[in-house]
């Protein structure tokens, strides 16, 4: 199975985070697991090079990716295509399998390829309908029900998928990739205004719906811990020092990772709005006033 990540940014904590799925693909995916990324820092992988192709683009691709809306998700949306093209035009190839920086692996993936063997599209999880959960969600729906989209009409059924796992089986990878873009591109003009930024991941979730057998869950195979990332990253910086002052090696790190205990903080909490709102509230009343700093 081919493994797709994507970095651009240039953010240092995101990179950490890639490094770590990418070392938990290397524990949890096989001899046949062939790790990709797609980005515009290359140099931040050379850790792997022996392990990890890299696939560079350059900041006026990335730009161009994010289209008149300078819409971060749609270069998302550009970069996994980018990247599934380059490999199928290198001839063979398996299925595909795009992950979020903000995940890992914690159980065999092999599963995995064999539902996308069998035509089945693989997502992170099912969030339900749109109007059933909050947030950019719920904001996204009043914009687009009932409308029709590339030929889809929004309408019950049309669940939001979490995109931090995107599975395509290969004979349709690219037909999906391109699909999502024109649904994206034309969603957007819709919400044009409206603070949504999960148009992307809904866009996904109908191509795949539209072009693969089936739907299937990966949340019982891969850990995606967006509802804790500070505690994850330090969790994570904490396990790369520990390598780095040991010296290890790619081989050994990966050992390292399937002893390491990941069950010790959870990947999501709620924080209460009344609690951040209390807590800016306070440090607005209270702000930090004494700063020391070297040479002064």
Not at 141 to 150: A, E, H, L
Not at 275 to 292: E, T
Request: charged residues 20%; aromatic residues 12%.
């Amino acid at each position: 199975m081919e493994y797709i990540f994507v970095d651009y940014g240039r953010q240092l904590p995101n990179q950490t985070q890639l490094a770590f799925a990418v070392v938990s693909v290397l524990a949890y995916g096989g001899k046949n697991a062939h790790i990709h990324i797609t980005t515009d820092a290359p140099e931040a992988y050379l850790q792997f090079a022996e392990q990890v192709d890299v696939i560079p683009f350059s900041q006026e691709q990335l730009t161009e990716w994010m289209g008149p809306q300078h819409y971060t998700f749609r270069a998302k949306i550009m970069a996994i295509r980018y990247a599934v093209e380059s490999l199928l035009k290198r001839g063979e190839c398996g299925n595909f399998m795009y992950l979020d920086s903000d995940v890992f692996a914690y159980k065999d993936l092999s599963v995995l390829d064999d539902q996308l063997n069998q035509g089945v599209g693989i997502m992170h999880k099912d969030e339900g309908m749109p109007y059933e959960t909050s947030g950019a969600s719920r904001r996204l729906w009043p914009c687009i029900k009932g409308k029709t989209f590339q030929g889809i009409v929004i309408r019950e059924g049309c669940h939001m998928w979490n995109s931090g796992v995107i599975g395509m089986p290969r004979d349709c990878a690219l037909e999906v990739c391109d699909l999502t873009l024109r649904l994206c591109d034309e969603m957007l003009v819709a919400v044009e205004g409206k603070r949504v930024f999960n148009v992307e991941q809904f866009c996904f979730s109908l191509a795949l719906g539209r072009l693969c057998q089936a739907m299937a869950e990966a949340d019982e195979y891969i850990c995606h811990y967006w509802g804790n990332k500070e505690g994850w990253q330090q969790k994570i910086t904490q396990f790369f020092t520990a390598c780095w002052l040991k010296k290890l090696s790619v081989g050994e790190i990966t050992d390292a990772f399937l002893a390491l205990n990941k069950t010790d903080i959870p990947y999501y909490y709620r924080d209460p709005i009344w609690r951040r709102r209390l807590v800016k509230w306070v440090s607005a009343l209270i702000p930090l006033k004494l700063f020391r700093f070297v040479g002064t």
